[in-house]
């Protein structure tokens, strides 16, 4: 459910909201808010303290690290808390460079989320030298290219584990083992990966997570720093996360984000199989019965969740308005570039011509979405793209009426072409 706002900033109606946004963020479970209430309201204390009411709650902070640590199957020990996935990159960026001050190079790829590339564009003007790897029109990234292209003054190969985007998958065991056997620092972004994917940091040196992507609440992250990892803390100050991090620790957060991993591991199975089917009639369907349309990236290797789908003649701007307008939530692109008028970098980096990926939107599922939603979406989407063409400036030459695929009204849709 949602709140629609009237211009007086009265609450007007209550509408269901159909949420196809979840690698932007994800609703907090209620189970995840169950377990966090308390340590807002009753257990506040300080867990630095060495008075019981805080030090009680250290204890609470120990567990979630227990949590969180058996998700990425990591040591608890080797689990520093962050503020979110933004400033785990930072860290593992500036710990490579901070703690081998004679490699100036760092690599990475071109599809990387802004919190890896623009911190890079930014170590550029401090010199250092940074690789953005290519990748092909499927998003996906060619190791052998990446092996080459690893050098001596290498302080850190930083390569996601699945595009935030399109969904796509990188080969992150191999990528370890490979900088493993250079010897060479290796970080893995792996924010969209827990939940979706069967995870194990075991081969990366640093491994950055980000609660709000895994039904726990905004502001909370974590980044892995593999035991006998050289460290420098990014955030300098007390002596919380065993010097790894300063900063009083976000409790709630960290408890939540605890809780959020351990129904995350227990659920993961069923879910990903059913929201795996979910995504697949949606994109099978809309690729279907729109024409003009395709899917950006490889189909697999893909997170079950997510659907990057070009919609050519139109712009997603106007669709993600008009959805909006229906209570659909979609986005083009990452959520931190929302907004931007510059196609993706992502689809840039796969070949997508400006033209078509003006016209692009990510529809990302979660544990929330129903059969009925799906059915929702594919009601509308036909007759929201046939109306953006109608007034396009490059509109496809001839429109037809065509059945909707679920058999209901009929839409005007553009022929293929
Ligand atoms: N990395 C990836 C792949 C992401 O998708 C995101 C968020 O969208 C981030 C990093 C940033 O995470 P946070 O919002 O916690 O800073």
């Avoid at 302080?155 to 985007?165: H, T």
């Amino acid at each position: 459910m949602f709140v629609v706002e009237s211009p007086l900033g009265i609450n007007m109606i209550e509408r269901k909201l159909y949420y196809f946004d979840n690698n932007a963020t994800t609703r907090v479970a209620p189970e995840v808010v169950d377990a966090m209430i308390p340590f807002l309201r009753d257990f506040w204390g300080n867990p630095s303290s060495a008075y019981r009411f805080g030090a009680q709650v250290a204890g609470r902070v120990e567990e979630a690290r227990e949590k969180v640590a058996a998700l990425i199957g990591a040591e608890p020990r080797e689990v520093v808390f962050t503020s979110c996935g933004t400033e785990s990159n930072n860290a593992a960026l500036q710990s490579a460079l901070a703690t081998q001050p004679g490699k100036r190079h760092i690599l990475t790829t071109a599809v990387e989320h802004p919190a890896i590339i623009n911190h890079c564009q930014w170590l550029r003007k401090q010199g250092v030298d940074v690789t953005f790897l290519p990748v092909d029109a499927g998003g996906l990234l060619d190791v052998r290219l990446l092996g080459q292209s690893i050098r001596p003054d290498t302080a850190l190969v930083s390569v996601m584990w699945a595009n935030n985007e399109t969904g796509v998958v990188f080969p992150i065991g191999e990528i370890a083992a490979l900088c493993r056997s250079r010897n060479v620092l290796f970080h893995t972004d792996a924010t969209q990966a827990p939940g979706r994917l069967k995870m194990d940091a075991a081969g990366a040196d640093f491994l950055t997570l980000s609660a709000h992507k895994l039904h726990a609440p905004k502001g909370v992250g974590l980044l892995y720093v593999r035991r006998g990892a050289p460290f420098q803390p990014y955030l300098i100050g007390g002596h919380q996360e065993r010097g790894k991090r300063g900063g009083t620790e976000n409790v709630a957060g960290i408890v939540a984000f605890g809780r959020a991993a351990e129904l995350a591991l227990a659920r993961m199975d069923d879910e990903n199989t059913r929201v795996r089917g979910l995504r697949d009639r949606l994109e099978n369907t809309i690729l279907r019965s729109v024409p003009n349309t395709l899917r950006n990236g490889a189909k697999e290797p893909r997170l079950p969740n997510t659907s990057n789908i070009a919609f050519d003649f139109t712009e997603a701007e106007g669709i993600l308005m008009m959805l909006d307008e229906l209570g659909i939530c979609a986005s083009s692109g990452s959520a931190c570039t929302t907004g931007s008028l510059k196609p993706s970098h992502v689809l840039t980096a796969m070949g997508v011509q400006p033209a078509r990926a003006k016209g692009c939107v990510r529809f990302s599922l979660g544990c929330d979405n129903t059969d009925e939603d799906v059915d929702y979406l594919l009601t509308h989407i036909p007759g929201v793209i046939a109306r953006l063409r109608e007034t396009a400036p490059d509109k496809p030459a001839r429109t037809r009426p065509a059945r909707h695929p679920a058999g209901r009204a009929p839409v005007l849709v553009a022929e293929s072409a």
